[in-house]
Every structure is written in structure tokens, then in C-alpha cells.
């Protein structure tokens, strides 16, 4: 097996998104030195809309700006393949026991862990939120050290307090989740745009041509629709709690966050490089236009949030540049969907 | 976004980490560039407090006018709801609806008391003896 990188030691890798982070720095441990977040983002599909019926989150609409969670490890360990190997474990002492045999081992291994036991996160972020991923590549002492992609430095964790994050309970309870690339051989070139090509026509299905209201490019527009209500219905108050939350899951890191949008961008210039082909580079333009846009309506959220915005006419001028973004995403997977890349 | 416009207000996060974002530098191509964080987000995560807050103080107001168990506040204190406490205590959320009455409560065996002190890492004394005062 890869013995050619057993030598190399764990280095950690920050990035804008936890999951594009772990799979960013397993693989590039793996060797693939070429591994960069916004390819891994892109080969696994991760831009997604999507508003949760009748689900709330911390009392607030269930919406996510990125496709659901695991997913983009597995796409892109798939599509250069890579075998993965995941287990959930029932028992904790199992659990430990399996990592502990991985760290001997000299193993870096991803784990799904739940932010609101996590130390050496600030307080303030701390909700229940059980999709956050980090690389466990070591131990210190009784301290396992700890590869948090979205976190400047390496950190460390007890063993109470790994396992304590890795039994969070509640929606998406990890469960002990533990994940690894395993034989990992060299890619070429041609895997990796077979891999963008792939990712790219899977995005377009996702964003386009998923069906139902509350999903993909239309879940934009559902949403625009709820907001134009929020104010009758909800009264000032809860709507700018809403509006704040659309905010978090827009941009906060703990919740989901990632500036998404300029991510997709960045992969598509990126992608333009590996294809030789600068279409990819002029549509890049179109998500860096999405995500100032989704920039200027979380401002303008916030003045509902902050009090000082109160009529019905915000409302609407947000539901408005919410329907706004909505054409130009649209029409930007359109144009990706006639770009004929290949298999 | 371009790079020069790229917030820098300190935040939450300030004295942990900064955060990678993606922007436009100056030949118009994408780089990552570290922020401490931008005011719109901290406002955000101020009122989601803001809301916690007051949830927790109207948990501790009903639990002292006997109208729910010292469950309810503890529940809204741990910002959990009804199916997170499922998750940490293993009952079932009707079970947990039931504990919230008063009455239910004061009848709950030492075993299951222990199983809400664990999910919210308190002694069961501070369960059983509620006290008036914000922790």
C-alpha cells in the first residue's frame, strides 16, 4: 500500500469549510499534493440550496447553503479513486479503541464530532450542532492532537473530551463516525478533469434539476416567498431572529459558513486551468456576483436583525435580491449545464 | 468580493482563530485571505444569544412560579430541546414532555434524575434544589 507517503508527516491545513478542510488534508497526507479546497468543493459537488420543510433549527428555518453532509468527502475520494473506510461504533470503548489502534498506527483519521462540547471552541459558537469534522493524527501525553480545518493552529483534546464530542447526541449524532482514505495511488491528470467534469454535471443536476419547490435554485425562490410573509406572521422580533440565522448558516463557521459561493467560484477558475478551457473562468464570474449579493442581503438582514430596519418594504427588497441571486445561479449552472465537458 | 474589501472586525471568534475566506486580489483571481470576522455575522450570532438568554430567564421564571419542572430550565440553559435531551438521556421525548410537569417531576425516581444531572453536567442536588439565582 502506499508506502510512498507513510514517511511524509500529518500537516495541517486551514480552510473556509470543515469538511472541504479534513478531505483537503487526508488526501494531501495520501500524497496527492495537488489537493486544494476549492477542488475538493467542486469534484464533490458541495454548492446546494436548501430549505428543510417543516424542520427548525435552534428554533429557526433548517436552510443549508451546501449539500448534506459526508457527501463531499465521499464524491471526491470516489472520483479519484480512493477507497474510503468509515465506521460508527454503538460502544464508546470501541470507538476509543478503534482510534487509539489508528493513532499507533500512525493513521490520520477524520472524525464527525458534535461543536457544543468542544473546548477549545469559543463558547459563543457552541450549539448543537453534530456535522463538524476534524483530523485526529497523534497524541501528546494524554492529549490527542487534533487537526480542526477551520481553526488557525493544531489543537489538542482529552480523551473525555473526544469521546464526548464524538457521542454528541441529538439530529446527526455522530456516533463514534470515524473516516479514512485507504489505498491511495497516484492520480493523473485525466482522472482529475473526468473528476471535475463529473462534479460539475452533478452540481447542475442538483441546483437545476431537482424536483420540488424547496431545493436547488427554486428553494431560493421558497425562501424569498416565506420572507415576504415573515413580518405579518411572525411578528418583527422572531422574523429578525430568522433572518440572523439565515445569516449564520450563510457565513458563521459551527453552523455551516464557508462563503460558499466564492468557493464554487474559485473551484470554477481552478477547474478552467486542469480543462484548458476559459468558458469555465467567464462563468466563475457568476458565483463571485452570487456571493456579493448573498453578502449585500445578509447586510441588509441585519438591519432587521439590528431594529433598524421595520416595514414591510424591507421585507420585500430582501425577498427581492434573495429572487435576484436566484436568476443569476440559475442561469450560471445553465450556462455550466451547455458547456458539454465530457464524462 | 475583492480582497481590500474584506472585513476585519473583531469578533467572537477574534481571540481564537481567524477565518479563511475566499476573494479577488488585485489580477482579478481568487486567493484565501484570513479575517477576524465581520460585524453582520457577530449581530447574527449576538441576537441568536440575545434569544437564548431570554429563553433561559423565562425557563428559570416559570420553574419558579411552579408552572414547569427545574427540567424546562435546564433544557433551555444547555441550549438543548426536547429531542437533543432525548438523544442525551435516552428517553423518549413523551416521557421528557411528562418530566416538564412539576407534579411528574417531584416523583422522578434517583435514577433518572441522575440520567438529566449527566445530560447536563450538574450534581443532582442542583436539580432537585433549584435555586433562584442565575448560575
Known sequence: MNTYTQTDAFRHVQTAHCENGVTTALLRYHGLDFMSEPLAFGMGSGLFYIQIPFMTVNNGPAISFRTMPGAIFKRTCKALGVAVTRKKFSSQQAAEAFLDQKVKDGVPVGCQVGVFHLTYFPKEYRFHFNAHNLIVFGREDDHYLISDPVMEDVASLSREELTRVRFAQGPLAPKGHIYFPENVKPVTDEMIRKGIATGIRRNVRDMIRIPGNFAGVNGIRHTSGHIRKWRDKLGLKKAGLYLGQIVRMQEEIGTGGGGFRFLYGAFLEEAAGYMQDDRLAVISEDFTRSGDMWRAAAIKMAGVYKGRLTEQKDFDEIADMLLDIRLIEKDAFQKLSRLNLGK | ?135
Not at chain 2, 54 to 78: C, N, T, W
Open chain 2, 1 to 135: 468580493m475583492k480582497k481590500e474589501d474584506l472585513p476585519q472586525d473583531p469578533g467572537a471568534l477574534a481571540k481564537f482563530t481567524r477565518e479563511v475566506c475566499y476573494v479577488k486580489n488585485g489580477d482579478g483571481k481568487y486567493e484565501t485571505a484570513l479575517s477576524v470576522g465581520w460585524d453582520i455575522k457577530k449581530q447574527a450570532l449576538d441576537s441568536a444569544w440575545d434569544e437564548v438568554n431570554q429563553r433561559v430567564e423565562d425557563a428559570r421564571q416559570a420553574v419558579l412560579a411552579g408552572e414547569k419542572s427545574p427540567i424546562h430550565y435546564f433544557m433551555e440553559l444547555r441550549l438543548m430541546d426536547i429531542p437533543v435531551l432525548a438523544g442525551y438521556t435516552g428517553f423518549f421525548p413523551f416521557f421528557i414532555k411528562r418530566h416538564l410537569k412539576p407534579a411528574v417531576f417531584a416523583s422522578l425516581s434517583e435514577r433518572k434524575l441522575e440520567k438529566y444531572a449527566r445530560a447536563f453536567d450538574i450534581p443532582v442536588s442542583e436539580l432537585k434544589n433549584f435555586k433562584t439565582s442565575n448560575p
